[in-house]
């Protein structure tokens, strides 16, 4: 590795890093030696010349997103070394070569030693997505490596890598890119997925983050053992997973509703890809505001699913978006039948598990019902986090019996 610039740490917050938390942030630099950009790689060094870590330098408050807290001998060699890792992590987990499910997160951040990167795969393709300048410099590395590493561990199974960087750059760097194929030949622009059995199709190119919430795989799978018999409403549905895995569980009636359009033609696609249409008929699509929705909607559900997008992606809307969950929630509690189950999710990174079941709890107070917690929920297992860095666990979810 040739000579990079450095960052020395205040000795004061040295203690930070030497507990192998990834983010250094600006306030813990004492000085630089050396030029430094966004992207750059950058070394943390103590005041008295001891190595620290080495990461990726980025603008903002948090300045380094460290990648290896040993010195490094090439990019090249890190990234094959984390990918390799990844990919038997994920062979433990059952999800390599797994007939009934071949989608799942191969790369999670900081959770697999490369912050600022996630990698979905769906079937044939990985999907790419950088969150950082520093990452996506590397993608053409990354994509050669990973198909490498498919040809040799699973055959040749790996057809194409999809870098959808775009939206993610954009929020955190002036540096325009370009969504495009890094590895393969476009085909179509969405594909046929299998998730426990359940088919639903995957549109990387318009949907949401990488086309799938995967994240929610076995939450989902939680969700139909509890849905048998009973009418379900599945509220910010998306592309329709719960209502799906409710509906091959046996559900009664299920009711889907999202405010884009789009999302609810993925999700008549995939009730079709699934169900013959006999079975069809017992689900209904709504498009509209879901706060609007849940306050004209009848009060008979038995079991409904709250799984909003981020109401707060800074600190700064933290306490606006405690009262949002405050509310959605006390209106779904409204909604259910007595003895109803409420399946409610926060993934805003900013509203911790605390903050989130303060919220849950104040709308079941005003509610003046018999609350009680069944279930503590978060991501999937696919999507580790490092137990030095509790902010990446960002998924937080409560079962609720509702009487």
Known sequence: ????????????????????????????????QGEVHDGDLVEAYSEDGKFLAIGLWGLGSIAIKVLSFQPVESMQSLLRDRLKQAFILRQQLGLIDNP?????????????????????????????????????????????????????????RLQAVYDKSSATLSRNSPNQSQDSLLIGEKSDDSVEILEYGHRFIVDWERGQKTGFFLDQRENRRLFGKYATGKKVLNTFCYSG??????????????HSIDSSAKAMEWTDQNIAANFDRDRQAIHKSFTGDVFDFLKQCDSDYEAIVLDPPAFAKSLSARHSAMKAYKRLNLQAMSKLKSGGLLFTFSCSQVVNVENFTGAVTAAAIESGRTIRVLDHLSHASDHPTSIFHPEGSYLKGLVLSVS
């Open 100 to 156: 009934e499910t071949n989608c799942y997160r191969l790369i999670n951040s900081e959770g697999d030693g490369l912050a600022g990167l996630i990698i979905d795969v769906y079937g044939g393709t990985a999907v790419l997505q950088c969150h950082s300048l520093g990452t996506y410099r590397y993608r053409q590395d990354i994509a050669e490596i990973l198909k490498e590493l498919y040809d040799q561990q699973a055959g040749d």
């Open 241 to 254: 997973g719960f209502s799906v895995y409710a509906m091959a569980a046996g559900a009664e009636e299920v």
């Open 1 to 32: 590795m040739p000579s990079l610039p450095r960052a020395i740490i205040h000795r004061k917050k040295v203690d930070a890093v030497q507990r192998f938390h990834p983010w250094i942030f600006s306030g813990a630099i004492a000085k630089l």
